[in-house]
């Protein structure tokens, strides 16, 4: 072990000390002792997203591709999320976007097994940005927090990339093409250099119609970055898939 690997790892144990991620369940705040964020009844109720597209991470019933992705493939290379944005993970959402910044640790704590199988050969970790004032008036921004705690527990860097000049409406009422329109021009990339020939995992907290997501690949690879995934803590199912078709 080298020296700086050595101070690393016990100035994460010191952290950790400091600031203990939590002693009670998420969910029914029944004391945890264990460093889980959920008790083991919660953990049962909770969605985790364990069978999904194998190219966008959303939910599916049946092994391989949505058909979303089978129609029009996203640009980024995969994606993967840790809860269906169904029941209790929409409870945690909101939260999460209301005022429990504190949420960002233990997602990243859950989510830390899935960087490890699938996103281990990621240079750097980056983040869906808001605009100045959005972020003012929430008072943080919580991909941003999910990636600083993901990169504390994988010890993979974060890198603020992007800047969001301007909001846009709401996006789930348009169709594919006004969505992409809707973003022309909304993100800028601030460091193009350091994604030359990199490949860069890009975290969010939900994703939803994977508009914005698709655009900061998008922007990303037109930096030369090698290859481009995505983290979210929740994926939304689309209506479309096998399972809705008659
Ligand atoms: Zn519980
Ligand atoms: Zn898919």
């Known amino acids: 072990m080298s ?24 969910n029914c705040q029944a004391e945890v002792f264990n460093g889980q964020i959920f008790c083991s009844d919660c953990k049962d109720l909770v969605p985790y997203n364990t069978l999904y597209c194998l190219k966008c991470g959303r939910k599916i019933l049946q092994y391989g591709y949505c058909m979303d992705c089978r129609h029009t493939l996203p640009v980024f290379e995969k994606a993967r999320s840790l809860f269906v944005y169904e029941g209790q993970a929409v409870q945690f959402i909101h939260a999460f976007k209301n005022g429990n910044p504190h949420f960002a640790q233990g997602f990243a704590k859950e989510a830390l097994s899935i960087v490890r199988r699938e996103f281990f050969d990621a240079d750097f970790l ?4 808001m605009t100045k004032q959005a972020k003012d008036n929430r008072g943080y921004n919580q991909s941003e927090l999910f990636a600083r705690s993901m990169s504390e527990m994988s010890g993979i860097s974060v890198e603020e990339i992007f800047e969001k000049k301007r909001d846009t409406p709401e996006q789930k009422n348009l169709t594919r093409s006004e969505r992409q ?17 990199k490949t860069v995992l890009l975290l969010d907290d939900t994703l939803t119609t994977g508009a914005t997501a698709n655009e900061l690949a998008k922007l990303l690879y037109g930096a030369k970055a090698k290859k481009v995934y995505l983290l979210t803590v929740a994926s939304v199912v689309l209506q479309k898939t096998p399972s809705t078709l008659p």
Do not use: E, W
């Not at 980056?126 to 940005?129: G, K, Q, R, Y």
């Not at 973003?183 to 193009?192: D, E, P, W």
């Open 3 to 26: 020296l700086f690997s050595f101070l690393q790892k016990h100035l994460q144990k010191l952290h950790r000390r400091a600031y203990p991620v939590n002693y009670t369940c998420y």
């Open 126 to 129: 980056t983040f869906v940005p």
């Open 181 to 197: 329109n809707n973003l022309k021009g909304v993100f800028h990339v601030k460091h193009r250099s350091i994604c030359k020939d």
